[in-house]
């Protein structure tokens, strides 16, 4: 997993959900996403599911049973996209 492609997913996130008052600066690599970390809810999951499909061509079923493991943090996320990429 490249630090390029972390930086990559921070402003994916700041400007596909208009996170305002956020810069890249203060999403942590290991943060969790949602809940106590980065704040996201169920909503924001499905709108990063399209970001990433139209980004990089990967498929974020809501019926995936890793899908907690894969929206755990930055860092797990970009491991899945790496693994799974089309584009």
Do not use: C, P
Not at 7 to 31: C, P, Q, W
Not at 61 to 74: G, K, V
């Amino acid at each position: 997993m490249s630090e390029e492609l972390i930086v990559e997913l921070k402003t994916l996130f700041i400007e596909g959900l208009h996170l305002e008052d956020v810069s890249a600066e203060d999403i942590a690599a290991d943060e969790s996403l949602f809940g106590e970390g980065l704040g996201l809810d169920s909503i924001d999951a499905l709108e990063i599911a399209v970001l990433l499909d139209r980004q990089y061509g990967v498929k974020i079923t809501s019926e995936d049973d890793r899908n907690q493991a894969i929206f755990a943090s930055l860092n797990s996320l970009a491991e899945f996209i790496t693994e799974n990429r089309t584009k």
